[in-house]
Structures are given as structure tokens and as C-alpha cells.
């Protein structure tokens, strides 16, 4: 990728995971990286590291669903530099599980950070690179949002809403300068699938269910996001399996729909007892 050196760069949920991979990546590539996250020890931690390493960071307490937190975060940090050049809207949740087995507060709870901390965290970067007339929008979604999964429907719904938001905004951002991508990565290793939460499922069978040569770890899908930002994709697919169940999606849904009740009938047999 194309370098780096002083470029302002804000990543949510960057105490872990794919947040801190592309953090540490950004800070090696010599941007000026803020690392955000709920977790403000964590978050600290990562930008300590970068600093460490010889790059340059800081690091906030952010709660990506307050509008007033993010917006004023990004006003502040756009002020201080006279530009936001990337902004990369990571941070994520998921709560798994059959519909059913779902209350509204935990299915709300996704939307309000998977997709309403995505729309905060784009709607006041949009707005501060199209004035300055540059920048680079960076969604984090994942492969359920480009293909049907059952048993994660709260999730999926939240990822569609981000892939459709990304790639309308795209279409909209273009002819002002400002660039939008989306990020849809299958199975990355991280703690994200041990830390959710999974209602009314044997959760260790569950993630056992996924072999293990299908993840790929947060430093390779790090650098696959940075080259698919730099040349300007519009979604960023990482790893094999995303690739092709989307090919294979696109040219023939029927099956794919066919391959997905069978994974549904697989899955169900994990749901523990009416509890």
C-alpha cells in the first residue's frame, strides 16, 4: 500500500481483533492512528504498542451508539488535524441464535452497535470529507452480509444494513471525493466467536462446527483490507469460503438456499432443551 506517512486515521473497536491488527498495520505504515473502543484499557494498550513500535497513536473510550460520543470524537479529532483522511468503522457485537430464542433487547442491542455505530461513525466522517472534499470510509460487515445464514439473524440483518448502506453511500461519495468500501471477511481468528453470546445453543459445539483451515488471522485480513482500501474496492472480500458461497450465491441462490436449510437442520440439533 501506497504510504502512509502523517495520515489521520480513526478505527473503532480497535482493542482487538481486526480493529487492533488494522490499528498496529495503519501505525506501521506511519499514519497518525486513533485507536477508539469501548474498552479503554484495551484500547490503550494497542495505541501504548504502536508508540512503542515507533508509530504514532492515541487512544479513547468510545461507545460507537451514542451519536453525540462519535460525532464529537471525529468533529475533535478532524479539528486538531485540519482532516479525517480514513475512517474505519470496526467495532461489532454479535448475540446468535434462533430467532425465537431472541429477546427485542438483545436483537436491538446488535442493530444499535453493528449497524447504528456504523451510521454514526460514517454520517460524521461523510460529512467532514465531503467538505474538505477527500477522504476514505471503511465499513467493516462481514460474509452474512452478502449471503443468507440461519441462526444468526440479528447479525445478518445488521451486516445486509451495512453492505447496502456502503455501497449506496459509494454511488453518493464518489463525485465529492470521498471513497466508501466494505469489509466482508468469513472466519477471522479472534475472540470475536468466543466472546458473543449464543441463546439457547451448545456454544463450544457451535464453534466447533467451523474447521479450523477456514480462519484467517487479524494481521493477514489487516493487510488484505489496507490493499483492497488502496486500490479503491468497493467490497473487500477475505478469505475462500466468502468468495465462494458469494459466487456461488450470485449465479445460483436456489442452491445456495437449498445448501442453508441443511446447515439450519445441523444447527438446530445443537439448540438445547425449551429453556
Avoid at 3 to 31: F, N, P
Avoid at 189 to 217: C, G, M, W
Wanted: charged share 25%; net charge positive; aromatic share 6%.
Amino acid at each position: 500500500m501506497a504510504d502512509l506517512r502523517d495520515k489521520v486515521a480513526i478505527v473503532t473497536g480497535g482493542a482487538s481483533g481486526i480493529g487492533e491488527a488494522l490499528s498496529k498495520e495503519l501505525g506501521k505504515r506511519g499514519a497518525i492512528v486513533y485507536v477508539t473502543d469501548i474498552d479503554e484499557g484495551r484500547a490503550k494498550d494497542v495505541a501504548s504498542s504502536i508508540v512503542a513500535s515507533g508509530g504514532t497513536a492515541e487512544s479513547f473510550a468510545l461507545d460507537v451508539s451514542s451519536e453525540e460520543q462519535v460525532a464529537g470524537l471525529i468533529g475533535d479529532i478532524a479539528s486538531k488535524h485540519g482532516r479525517l483522511d480514513y475512517m474505519f468503522n470496526n467495532a461489532g457485537m454479535a448475540v446468535g441464535g434462533e430467532l425465537r430464542d431472541l429477546d427485542m433487547s438483545q436483537f436491538r442491542r446488535v442493530l444499535d452497535v453493528n449497524l447504528w455505530g456504523v451510521i454514526n461513525g460514517t454520517y460524521a466522517a461523510y460529512k467532514i470529507m465531503e467538505r474538505q472534499g477527500h477522504g476514505h470510509i471503511v465499513n467493516v460487515a462481514s460474509m452474512v452480509g452478502l449471503v443468507p445464514v440461519p441462526m444468526e439473524t440479528a447479525y445478518v440483518t445488521s451486516k445486509h444494513a451495512v453492505v447496502g448502506l456502503s455501497n449506496s453511500l459509494r454511488v453518493e461519495g464518489a463525485a465529492l471525493g470521498v471513497r466508501v468500501s466494505v469489509v466482508c471477511p468469513d472466519f477471522i481468528k479472534t475472540r470475536f466467536y468466543t466472546s458473543s453470546r449464543h441463546v439457547n445453543v451448545d456454544e463450544d459445539k457451535l464453534i466447533a462446527q467451523i474447521p479450523s483451515f477456514f480462519f484467517t488471522s487479524p494481521e493477514r485480513c489487516a493487510r488484505v483490507i489496507l490493499r483492497g482500501v488502496n486500490r479503491n474496492r468497493g467490497i473487500i472480500t477475505i478469505g475462500i469460503y466468502v468468495r465462494l458461497l458469494w459466487r456461488l450465491y450470485r449465479t445460483s441462490p436456489r442452491m445456495v438456499m437449498r445448501g442453508q436449510l441443511l446447515y439450519a437442520r445441523k444447527l438446530r440439533k445443537l439448540r438445547l432443551e425449551d429453556a
